[in-house]
């Protein structure tokens, strides 16, 4: 779905004469609804779950690419900061990441409903991977022994 609100506006007064054909239209695409000044959107409850769910991980990825970018900058972030676990990159490994996140986070955009689930797990995952790679180099055992595999 491209937009949340198509073109079409419809009365409070139409949709209660015509409940039927609007609820039928409201299956193809989203409706508006006017009733004096105000404005009322009329669509599946599967597409809002879709715009909610998108609005809430959009969020936590700006807020985790925002990390990334301002460890790039060299500035301080500590561990108690919620992506705070970034800061244990460097800058090569930061620029694959924030290409790794946006890359998917880009093709959620592409999917169609049936495949959107699917796509917010991936990215997830990417997340995820990236996050036990850092839990790994932050333990100083872990990464002697990355080190030591790296040298043989």
């Known amino acids: 779905m491209n937009s949340i609100y198509s073109d079409e506006l419809v009365t409070a007064t139409e949709l209660n004469r015509q409940p039927g054909r609007i609820l039928d239209k409201a299956l193809e695409h989203p409706i ?10 009329l669509l599946r409850r599967e597409d809002v779950a879709i715009f909610v769910k ?4 959009s969020r936590e990825i700006v807020e985790l ?3 990334a970018f301002r460890l790039l ?7 108690e900061y919620p ?3 970034l800061g244990v990159f460097d800058a090569d490994e930061l620029n694959e990441f924030i290409n790794e996140v946006i890359s998917a986070y880009r093709s959620v955009a592409l999917q169609e409903t049936k495949n959107f689930d699917k796509a917010w797990n991936e990215l997830e995952a990417i997340i995820h991977e990236w996050y036990e790679s850092a839990l790994a180099i932050a333990n100083p055992d872990l990464e002697a022994a990355f080190t030591q595999i790296k040298q043989s």
């Open 65 to 67: 690419l925002n990390t």
């Open 54 to 57: 998108t609005a809430q991980h």
């Open 83 to 85: 992506y705070g676990w």
């Open 73 to 79: 900058l060299n500035q301080k972030i500590g561990a």
């Open 32 to 41: 508006t609804i006017t009733r004096n000044d105000q404005s009322f959107a």
